[in-house]
């Protein structure tokens, strides 16, 4: 099939889905708002959220439920998205649910780690998304092992049986590495079925975000972790990424921090290092905010790819975690003045 | 011949008796169970406030859902291993049910028996073990024997650990990016289901930093046996030798423990079919509601049921019970009654290919009787050869009573038999023509005439699916379709204008001038596309479109559009079935011209066998679908919506969902 029959109708409807997101204007409002309740009618009053928020009386609606609202819109509508296209392409877009069901799944197992409620976990919007694992057996867990037996016979099983393999003590830390790796491997398997161009702006965009992630790696199992050289190295991505191999290879054997910094420097990313103390506060949001940037301008110069499907994946997870930020700085009474510090969309531009 | 008449059911009895009515339900299997919580939260349960009534009323201030605390997995083992050691199938067997049963009494008893044979299962259980961990063992080693590494001395070594492991490609090729910085010797011994597999050589001092090193790269070490001596090809000899020698246990075991079958084959028959009646029962109570002394159970249930389980109830449960039933008009809330089909033994096959498409809407008129009829006739008339026909039939008949495969066994003998029919009036045997004189036609003598026949029938078979559709319009009240829309009268109007300009234009039998007929036919489109503002005024309502006015027509002139291309496709649709009866005919002048050709008469007579099985599979099967085609495209989409549930009672036997 070629690019414009397989593109032409999905990019339309992406493009008309986005005309949905949020305005600088919305946010400037939410951020007014006083409570959630109050934050809850707004978004149903006056923006596309009202779909999942219609049945729903604002008044009942509590902080960890309007997030679940929240990424459910953001469920139906990568979902929508999908149903445009069929065979390895659909099952590409549906690998990318993986990545948000690894981030909930992380939570959950953190929640076992520590004992707390598994409860306010049971409408998490995105277990069993890709996965299909069954969720009794996941909410039941008493210990990480529970959760990693919850997954037997789903593709997650060939990343984590290994976890529970002579006796080597299976912990949080290497239960989330494993399951954030398993998520590029998965995505790279499925992305060398499709077309070779669509493979070429995808390790584009992906090779942008695997390198800011192996930097922030690297940066804090140096700083925090103290992690050897070689553990350093078999966790980060090689996934279409502009620095090579040998380059971050390099950068995981920096002797320390300054060295580290040194090679950094000769990248791109410097901006990511400021050496003062907002370097470890914001690294996370100026990551973000780079992607953002840099997978518009892929998007731009790649009309009719792929890439409009997948970024528009990431926009609309900013967004949601952006909504979340939200929430949680009018919960917690935090000022509107401080708030753009929390954002990742930047205030002070048009949307 | 229709969709069995549905009632909602409603049972509101004392806590004491929720197991005993949850039982009643499972063997009296006629009824589709409802959630009672959201039954309760929808629709009002209408109760009269009277002396009798008046504790369920006030219990239905609070009710809570019925939670599950049952757990069978032991029950279940204990009644798996008694059938593996004793090596018995699982069979319910519907004469142990006693009404007045004690499971709880059974298992116990199950369980005392089982500490007779716990040794032997115990045994057999860690044997089965030893054999997988071995059967393991050697698929492991193979990857080693095909590199040449020697198992036996590779263990013995004193200063260096041996191990094997698989990895995921990226991980393997990080360790080849950083293989210097390794303290070990790697080999790699192959690839399987898209992993690598290595072994590991490391000098003991340093094991911990490699252990490291090896756990981040999320290894999955391999089981290899220790401890024996000899080349790899001598461990895995030897290995096998032991699974034998395990196997052999095994059987002996269970000899032995077979010798005491018959004190317990009863017991263990009668305890699986309990389990699996208390499972069911389980099933049912989970969707029922508690108050804090009443229960609450809402389901859907035929109407010819209800007089007979309303007795059952009030017989067997101790408590007082009430049992309320309604008309399913009445629901306006909740899930829209179950579809039971009932049709007569020669329609009752067909309602497969019926809900290939769909089921029938509860309050839809089911399709089953017309489609078998139609279907029959399009089929033979496509395929009408006596010969022929009668393999099909012979072909129904076995898969029908030699392997228990009534409804496709059913439609290929019914075809079978409308294939003769026709067959009898082509007069065509086997694709021969000159053996028994035609009683009606010849096809190929007449290929004007098939095929305008075809249309003529296709316009028939069109005009009963449109008062079809008028029946399910009107039974729906839709107003709006029913009257002015394209399955409504207006098409249906529209449809007979255009085939009189036809039938006018090429037969002059009225002789009324074409424009009359475009006047009119433009009068009926320009209906239908005002059919929603119009069907609004009749019915008073205030706003004249559900959508914006421009959206709305945007839409209809689309659909102008399509009703004109569809008309008049669909009646020339038909004329395939006249084709295929031609085709038919070709098909074997093909065939019999081969055989002619050729100078010895057995491979003539052979050429013209095999072409008769080609003509059978091969045209037989392309009949078939273009005959579901036109069923499905020209006739279901006109008057069948297809969207209903189907009717799933909770049975013993069986599954919900």
Redesign the interface.
């Known amino acids: 099939m070629g690019n414009l029959a397989r593109f032409a109708a999905v990019n339309t409807k992406i493009m008309s889905i986005e005309s949905q997101f949020l305005t600088s204007k919305d946010y400037k409002n939410l951020l007014e708002q006083k409570t959630v309740v109050d934050a809850a009618r707004y978004l149903k009053n006056n923006t596309a959220y009202g779909e999942v928020l219609a049945n729903i009386d604002p008044g009942q609606v509590h902080r960890g439920y309007l997030e679940s609202l929240v990424k459910h819109r953001m469920l139906d509508n990568i979902d929508k998205i999908s149903h445009y296209f069929t065979g390895d392409y659909r099952k590409f877009i549906n690998t990318l649910f993986a990545k948000y069901e690894i981030g909930e799944l992380k939570a959950i197992a953190r929640a076992v780690y520590n004992g707390s409620d598994l409860k306010p976990f049971r409408n998490s919007v995105f277990i069993g998304k890709y996965s299909k694992v069954d969720e009794e057996k996941l909410f039941s867990a008493k210990y990480i092992r529970d959760v990693i037996a919850a997954f037997e016979g789903t593709v997650f099983w060939k990343y984590l049986e290994p976890l529970l393999n002579n006796n080597i003590k299976e912990n949080l830390f290497r239960f989330e590495m494993v399951l954030d790796a398993s998520y590029y491997e998965i995505l790279q398997k499925q992305w060398e079925k499709l077309d070779k161009q669509d493979v070429k702006v995808l390790e584009r965009a992906q090779g942008i975000i695997a390198d800011l992630l192996n930097l922030q790696w690297i940066y804090r199992g140096i700083k925090f972790f103290k992690l050897s050289p070689e553990e350093l190295l078999n966790y980060t991505i090689h996934l279409g990424s502009r620095l090579d191999s040998g380059f971050i290879k390099q950068l995981c054997y920096s002797k320390s921090l300054e060295e580290f910094f040194e090679l950094a420097a000769q990248t791109g990313y410097s901006f990511l290092f400021k050496n003062d103390e907002t370097t470890d506060i914001f690294m996370g949001r100026r990551i973000e905010r780079h992607m953002f940037y840099e997978l518009r301008s892929v998007e731009r110069n790649n009309p009719m790819t792929i890439i409009t499907a997948f970024a528009y994946t990431i926009y609309t997870e900013i967004e949601v975690r952006d909504l979340i930020s939200i929430i949680e700085i009018i919960r917690y009474g935090i000022p509107a003045a401080e708030a753009q510090k929390y954002l990742i969309r930047n205030l002070n531009e048009g949307a | 011949m229709s969709v069995e008449k549905m009632k909602v059911i409603c049972v509101i009895g004392s806590n004491n008796d929720i197991d005993r009515a949850a039982q009643m339900v499972v063997l009296n299997g006629s009824i589709h169970m409802l959630n009672a919580m959201s039954e309760l939260n929808n629709n009002c349960l209408e109760l009269k406030a009277s002396e009798d009534n008046i504790n369920a009323l006030q219990e239905l201030v609070d009710v809570k859902p019925y939670v599950s605390n049952a757990d069978f997995t032991e029950d279940e083992k204990i009644i798996k291993s008694f059938h593996e050691v004793l090596d018995m199938k699982q069979e319910i067997v519907t004469s142990y049910i006693d009404p007045e049963f004690d499971y709880r009494g059974i298992i116990e008893d199950l369980k005392k028996s089982y500490e007779h044979v716990k040794n032997t299962v115990e045994s057999i259980g860690k044997l089965t073990e030893e054999i997988r961990l071995k059967q393991i063992q050697i698929s492991n080693l193979q990857y080693a024997r095909s590199d040449g590494l020697d198992i036996g001395s590779l263990l013995k070594m004193k200063h260096f650990d041996f191990e094997m492991m698989t ?2 490609r ?2 393997y ?3 080849k ?2 293989y210097e ?2 303290p070990a010797v790697v080999i790699h011994l192959g690839v399987v ?3 690598d597999v290595i072994g590991v050589m490391t000098p003991t001092e340093f094991r911990a930093d490699a252990e ?2 090896l ?7 391999l089981d290899i046996p220790k401890g024996y001596a000899g080349n790899t090809e001598n461990v895995m000899k030897t290995l096998g030798i032991e699974i034998n020698h395990a196997k052999k246990e095994i059987e002996e075991l269970k000899k032995t423990a077979g010798a005491s079958e018959n004190q317990y084959r009863e017991l263990i028959r009668k305890a699986y079919t309990m389990l699996m009646l208390e499972r069911k029962i389980e099933y049912v109570k989970a969707e029922m509601a508690l108050g804090k002394k009443l229960f609450f159970m809402f389901g859907f249930i035929p109407d010819g049921q209800v007089e007979q389980f309303k007795q059952q109830l009030k017989d067997s449960l101790k408590d007082e019970v009430i049992v309320l039933t309604e008309a399913v008009e009445n629901r306006k809330y909740g899930h829209s009654p179950p579809t039971k089909l009932i049709n007569n033994i020669l329609f009752k096959p067909f309602e497969t290919l019926v809900m290939m498409y769909g089921i029938p809407n509860y309050n839809e008129k089911d399709p089953t009787p017309f489609f078998a009829i139609t279907y029959m006739l399009l089929f033979g008339a496509m395929f009408g050869d006596v010969g022929q026909g009668f393999i099909i039939l012979i072909g129904g008949l076995l898969l029908k009573y030699m392997m228990k495969n009534d409804s496709f066994g059913g439609i290929l003998s019914s075809l079978g038999i409308s294939s003769i029919f026709f067959g009898l009036l082509y007069g065509s045997v086997f694709g021969n023509e000159d053996i028994i004189p035609h009683l009606l036609i010849s096809p190929m003598e007449n290929i004007n005439t098939m095929l305008i026949s075809a249309v003529v029938l296709g316009i028939l078979l069109i005009n009963i699916s449109y008062i079809y559709s008028l029946i399910n319009l009107y039974k729906r009240h839709d107003l709006e379709e029913g009257l002015f829309g394209r399955e409504g009268l207006t098409g249906f109007l529209f449809f007979w204008t255009i085939v009189l300009l036809i039938g006018d234009s090429v037969l002059k039998v009225f002789g009324i001038p074409t424009a009359v007929y475009i006047v009119i036919l433009g009068a009926l489109l320009l209906i239908m596309v005002v059919k929603q503002p119009l069907a609004h005024l009749l019915q008073g309502r205030k706003e004249l479109y559900e959508e914006s006015a421009g959206d709305y027509y945007l839409e209809a002139g689309f659909g102008v559009v399509e009703t004109i291309l569809s008309v008049v496709s669909n009646i020339v649709s038909f004329i395939r079935v006249g084709a295929f009866a031609l085709n038919h005919v070709g098909l074997y002048i093909a065939f019999a011209t081969m055989a002619e050709m050729v100078s010895s008469r057995a491979v003539g007579v052979l050429i013209l066998i095999l072409g008769n099985i080609l003509i059978i599979g091969l045209e037989g099967l392309v009949v078939f679908i273009q005959g579901l085609r036109l069923e499905y495209y020209e006739l279901f989409s006109k008057y069948y919506s297809g969207y209903g549930i189907p009717y799933k009672p909770v049975q013993l036997y069986g599954y919900e969902d």
């Open positions: 990895l995921t990226e991980k090729k990080k360790l990016l950083n910085n390794i289901d898209d992993m490291r090193i756990t981040s790269l999320n290894v999955m070490k």
